[in-house]
């Protein structure tokens, strides 16, 4: 039982560059969510799917695009890649009636 | 829109001392309050979790006190280990999505 898993574990773009990470889980949960982690931020919510076929913004959702592939798996998208998307990422997932979530170990993305 | 916010930023304990993190929340929505513990590398995992209908939780040495009038929650570490050094986050939950505080950096010195 791997629980949430995420490639790549880091990765350097440049300015323009587009990208997907992608994260998969094996706990058959519905709901999964895609954060970015700032120093002093806290960690902030992307995008997240409550459940397959359908994907909502969070708090920050500009500059990304999500696809839920399946149930297992929820990938984030930079078309073109800006230094303010430098972060780590991370992607997690809930089963449902549980509060719950599981984290993955998180992407390092840096733009330059 | 920060709707948890987290003090203090940093937190130097010794062992065998409390730490203590505060949240207050602005979200009267929140129906559960979490706090997750996340090692350097690691991603977050759930530590100890309180409903707004409880006013105090504990789980061996951490404990959760809550006051819902004041909108304010706290973590309180008793007898603190250098294993416990990590970044602790509150989190307000409504409807499945968290809100994070903004994270406390805890170090137990030996």
């Known amino acids: 039982n791997a629980g949430v898993t995420q490639t790549p574990k880091f990765q350097v773009l440049k300015t323009g560059q587009s990208m997907t990470l992608q994260c998969a889980q094996d706990m058959n949960h519905n709901s999964m969510y895609w954060y970015r982690q700032d120093p002093g931020m806290g960690l902030r919510l992307i995008y997240y799917s409550a459940s397959e076929g359908t994907t909502d913004k969070g708090e920050v959702p500009n500059g990304y695009n999500v696809s839920r592939l399946n149930k297992r798996e929820f990938s984030l998208r930079l078309e073109s890649a800006a230094p303010s998307q430098t972060s780590v990422y991370f992607c997690a997932s809930r089963r449902t009636g549980s509060h719950e979530q599981y984290f993955g170990p998180g992407t390092r993305l840096t733009v330059t | 829109q920060q709707q948890v916010k987290q003090s203090p930023q940093s937190l130097i304990v010794q062992k065998g001392g409390i730490s203590i993190i505060n949240c207050a929340y602005e979200n009267t929505a929140f129906d559960y309050f979490p706090w997750y513990q996340q090692f350097p590398g690691k991603g977050p995992a759930l530590l100890i979790a309180?409903?707004?209908?409880?006013s105090e939780k504990k789980e061996g040495r951490f404990t959760i006190s809550f006051n819902k009038s004041a909108k304010q929650f706290s973590l309180h570490i008793m007898d603190s280990q250098p294993g416990d050094s990590a970044t602790y986050f509150c989190e307000g939950t409504s409807y499945g999505k968290l809100t994070f505080g903004q994270g406390t950096i805890l170090t137990v010195h030996p």
């Open positions: 309180i409903r707004p209908d409880v």
